[in-house]
T-cell receptor, first 111, second 112 residues
Framework: KNQVEQSPQSLIILEGKNCTLQ??????????LRWYKQDTGRGPVSLTI???SENTKSNGRYTATLDADTKQSSLHITASQLSDSASYIC??????????WGAGTKLIIKP | SQTIHQWPATLVQPVGSPLSLECTVE??????LYWYRQAAGRGLQLLFY??????ISSEVPQNLSASRPQDRQFILSSKKLLLSDSGFYLC???????????FGPGTRLTVL
């Protein structure tokens, strides 16, 4: 079954701290893996997109990693800011317009 | 630059009433268009996608339908809403290949 599982479900950290969010997937065939940030009540916004051959990709303070052998990805956030409070969603593409969406990790940054 | 619009932003409808949500994209041509639904605390569920005018693919059987009357217009409809149709509806677009999907602001639908 094609699934994307994210952990933790929710996370609270203090402003300025780092954190890492996890994504495990059982999707086949694999086309690419994406991380999105979704503010409450808004549409998701893309952070990174990685194909099979890419191990890491950065976007400012966000760094995503991909291990295609173990089918795992992580999103690392450095020096967190209050504006980082949001849900972070891992999405795996099978190609042919089919995206498998994770349920997201809700991240809360406290001052 | 490209922009994507959705309306209305919020909608409260009684069970059994019809529905029409509209999405338009500006600044690009021949986009792929998508309708998603997101239940509270859940991941996005793809409802429909379209690769061209009049071409609609349905991912989930339900009482909803979609239409694409123009290249950059995508409409989500229902003849009779159910309670289970409540949710956050998102329209998105992208281009061919491993491209990022760009999302609209969403419509919050509550069916009472």
């Amino acid at each position: 079954k094609n699934q994307v599982e994210q952990s933790p479900q929710s996370l609270i950290i203090l402003e300025g701290k780092n954190c890492t969010l996890q994504c495990n997937y059982t999707v086949s065939p694999f086309s690419n893996l994406r991380w999105y940030k979704q503010d409450t009540g808004r549409g998701p916004v893309s952070l990174t997109i990685m194909t099979f051959s890419e191990n890491t990709k950065s976007n400012g303070r966000y760094t995503a990693t991909l291990d295609a052998d173990t089918k795992q990805s992580s999103l690392h956030i450095t020096a967190s800011q209050l504006s980082d409070s949001a849900s972070y969603i891992c999405v795996v593409s099978r190609g042919n317009y089919q995206l498998i969406w994770g349920a997201g990790t809700k991240l809360i940054i406290k001052p | 630059s490209q922009t994507i619009h959705q309306w209305p932003a919020t909608l409260v409808q009684p069970v059994g009433s019809p529905l029409s949500l509209e999405c338009t994209v500006e600044g690009t041509s021949n986009p792929n268009l998508y309708w998603y639904r997101q239940a509270a605390g859940r991941g996005l569920q793809l409802l429909f996608y379209s690769v061209g005018i009049g071409q609609i693919s349905s991912e989930v059987p339900q009482n909803l339908s979609a239409s694409r009357p123009q290249d950059r217009q995508f409409i989500l409809s229902s003849k009779k809403l159910l309670l289970s149709d409540s949710g956050f509806y998102l329209c998105a677009w992208d281009r061919q290949g491993p491209d990022t999907q760009y999302f609209g602001p969403g419509t919050r639908l509550t069916v009472l």
